[in-house]
T-cell receptor
Framework: AQSVTQLGSHVSVSEGALVLLRCNYS??????LFWYVQYPNQGLQLLLK??????LVKGINGFEAEFKKSETSFHLTKPSAHMSDAAEYFC???????????FGTGTSLTVIP | NAGVTQTPKFQVLKTGQSMTLQCAQD?????MSWYRQDPGMGLRLIHY???????DQGEVPNGYNVSRSTTEDFPLRLLSAAPSQTSVYFC???????????????FGNGTRLTVT
């Protein structure tokens, strides 16, 4: 079975500091990986996706993630945090059959002014 | 473009009552799914559908029924509500089943359900 593990249910960073949210996957076949963001009282929005075309993936709002097969990781980063980045972030995995997406437990990001 | 629309936004039920959570999408997506979100557990798949007339179970299907009579609609039915079903429910759709890599999920804004 596929799964993703997000290390750290809560992360706090200062405004302007580096954001690093961790995601590790477990999959017996090459996975397809996603990061979603959820703002309060809203549904999830796609930030970026890895589809094997390139290991470094750029998403919206300045976020990017790097797929590292040797580490089975897909960590999300942003060089400089903004107050508007405060939200919950979810890593998700699927295979190309695409009928089931598996989500991590989420990381709540707080940005301190 | 409305995207994925869920109704109601909030609902309170008593134990044993039944209800239907509505989900509609206007993007002509073939794939639709229901998730529940609970603190510390992320999103868990309840049921999904790859097209009209086709449904299947996800990770946590017990206590829920679905049907897909049209491409646009995918209602979720709670037959006899229990306090353990208190949760936030999300409907999500994508363009094509079987192409998860290139067809990410589009989410509705959720229904917050409380069962007392």
């Amino acid at each position: 079975a596929q799964s993703v593990t997000q290390l750290g249910s809560h992360v706090s960073v200062s405004e302007g500091a580096l954001v690093l949210l961790r995601c590790n996957y477990s999959s017996s076949v090459p996975p397809y990986l996603f990061w979603y963001v959820q703002y309060p009282n809203q549904g999830l929005q796609l930030l970026l996706k890895y589809t094997s075309a390139a290991t470094l993936v750029k998403g919206i709002n300045g976020f990017e993630a790097e797929f590292k097969k040797s580490e089975t990781s897909f960590h999300l980063t942003k060089p400089s945090a903004h107050m508007s980045d405060a939200a919950e972030y979810f890593c998700a995995v699927t295979r190309n059959t695409g009928n089931q997406f598996y989500f991590g437990t989420g990381t709540s990001l707080t940005v301190i002014p | 473009n409305a995207g994925v629309t869920q109704t109601p936004k909030f609902q309170v039920l008593k134990t044993g009552q039944s209800m239907t959570l509505q989900c509609a999408q206007d993007m002509n997506h073939e794939y639709m799914s229901w998730y529940r979100q609970d603190p510390g557990m992320g999103l868990r798949l309840i049921h999904y559908s790859v097209g009209a007339g086709i449904t299947d179970q996800g990770e946590v299907p017990n206590g829920y029924n679905v049907s897909r009579s049209t491409t646009e609609d995918f209602p979720l039915r709670l037959l006899s509500a229990a306090p353990s079903q208190t949760s936030v429910y999300f409907c999500a759709s994508s363009q094509k089943p079987g192409q998860g890599a290139y067809s990410p999920l589009h989410f509705g804004n959720g229904t917050r359900l409380t069962v007392t």
